[in-house]
Structures are given as structure tokens and as C-alpha cells.
């Protein structure tokens, strides 16, 4: 069971990133696969959430109407469409699962058993 997060880079304020995270070993559409960011210095936070089976979301307040997440069945992968960046998005970006079948987000970080790698976003100009 594995997950690989990439996509990450160097963008501009305004500009956008779309971050795929793939999964081995198991099925995406069975479980929650949420998107997480640390910045240097500070705790991890939970970014976005899609739940098992209806592929419902949640988005923390602050990101809404800039991040959205999604889900490709057929690649067995989940995305995080970043747009309008701001320097303050600036961190490694994580995915992972809580590997419990049929679950609906969010579900609390301690929950999380599987983690990707993560992916370094920079925005600067």
C-alpha cells in the first residue's frame, strides 16, 4: 500500500499547480485520501478531503474557492487543483488515507495511516 505525491515546483503568486497523487495497492474510490501541507516551522494541516464511494469533499474554509480536490477512478489517482497561489501557500504538500473502507470526510489527522512522501510547492516570484 503506497502513495506517491508529485507535481510540486516553483510558481508565481497567481499562478496554479495541479497536484496528482497515486496510489498502489489498494483503490481509491474505497477510502479517504486527504491532502495535507507543512510549512517550515509549523504543525501539518489538513488542506482537503474526498470521502470514499460519492467522492464527496471538504475544503478548510481558508483554501475553499482556491483548492479543489478530485478523483480519477480509472487512474487510481487524486488530485489537488491549486489556483490563484499565494506566497503563503508556500510548503510540502502530503497525501495520504486512513485506510478504513467507506468512510466520508474529514476525517481527523490522527486517523491517517498511510502517508505519501510529499511534494515541495514554492511560490515566489
Known amino acids: 500500500v503506497q502513495l506517491q505525491a508529485s507535481g510540486g515546483g516553483l510558481v508565481r503568486p497567481g499562478g496554479s499547480l495541479r497536484l496528482p497523487c497515486a496510489a498502489s495497492g489498494f483503490t481509491v474510490d474505497n477510502y479517504v485520501i486527504g491532502w495535507f501541507r507543512q510549512a517550515p516551522g509549523k504543525e501539518r494541516e489538513g488542506v482537503s478531503c474526498i470521502s470514499s464511494g460519492d467522492g464527496s469533499s471538504y475544503t478548510t474554509d481558508s483554501l475553499k474557492g482556491r483548492f479543489t480536490i478530485s478523483r480519477d477512478n480509472a487512474k487510481n489517482t487524486v488530485y489537488l487543483q491549486m489556483n490563484s497561489l499565494k506566497p503563503e501557500d508556500t510548503a510540502v504538500y502530503y497525501c495520504?488515507?486512513?485506510?478504513?473502507?467507506?468512510?466520508?470526510?474529514?476525517?481527523?489527522?490522527?486517523?491517517?495511516?498511510?502517508w505519501g512522501q510529499g511534494t515541495q510547492v514554492t511560490v515566489s516570484s
Open positions: 495520504a488515507t486512513d485506510l478504513r473502507p467507506g468512510m466520508s470526510c474529514p476525517v481527523d489527522i490522527r486517523n491517517y495511516r498511510v
